[in-house]
């Protein structure tokens, strides 16, 4: 009986694994991390500098998300203790991460004609420009390791009203998968870890030859690719959420 609860438990990981994956690809964050390698790369800045770079921006990304999570998580199982508000909650839950994953379906149609520049889900026009400027102005100081972290934390921070859409139905479904805060705590800290793999990820690969316009191309190629997935990811969440 005991392997059994141990096993069920260890199933429920595999959604926050994708869900991890899955936003530290989307574009919200690789169109940003992608301007930031080309900038550094613009500015003169060397392999190894890039990669210290990555590093500090890496960190305080993970940290941000984490922390931010962990409030989330912590409002929303307070608030679950409430049974009238934890059905509302987990409607909630469903209902957002439906209409996301129906908006990537979408978005994956706009692609397909071509349309990229009108998909839905995508930073806003402000919060790109604002990203941007902060990139340029912490790319140029010389202290370039503690700029790289205070430049992942504002990124983190501007990001999170795109990544936020997979974070929020995630942390719903947390929730809902567990009674336990530790094991919640657990869960947010893989959710963390997976969505930092694709950045190290893109930060060795430039480090070791691959320039922005080639990742660039490959995201390009593939953003069909990742908005099915979403869609699909979305739509078993909501699921998943529905039957918790």
Known sequence: KLSIEKSKTLIKFIPVILAGLLDGINPCAFTTLIFLLSYLTFAGKQKKEILFTGIAFTLAVFLTYFIVGLGGFSLIQSLSSFPVISKII?????????????LNFYDYYLYKKG?????????????????????????????????????????SIFELACTGQVYLPTIVYIVKATPLKIYGIAYLLLYNLMFIVPLLMIFLLVYFGITSEKLTDIFKTHLGKIKISLGIFFISLATLILFL
Request: aromatic fraction near 16%; charge should be positive.
């Open 90 to 102: 987990k409607w909630i839950g469903v209902l957002f991460a439906f209409i996301i994953g129906v």
């Open 115 to 155: 349309k990229t520049s009108d998909n839905i889900l995508q930073l806003q026009k402000f919060l790109t420009l604002k990203i941007h400027e902060n990139i340029r102005e912490k790319s140029k100081s010389k202290f370039f390791f503690a700029s790289a972290f205070i430049l992942g934390f504002l990124v």
